[in-house]
């Protein structure tokens, strides 16, 4: 019975992690894109 709760509760913990690493990675997608749309607004700044 103890194991099992462990188990559960390791499980939920990688999902966690799991969860984090996707919002991290769509922020990234996010930021790209953002990049991508005013690239040339930079460029005619000189940056």
Known sequence: MCRATHMVSREAFRMGSVVK???????????????????????RLGK
């Open 21 to 43: 690493k996707r919002r991290k990675r769509m922020a990234k997608k996010k930021h790209r894109k953002l990049l991508r749309k005013t690239r040339v607004q930079r460029r």
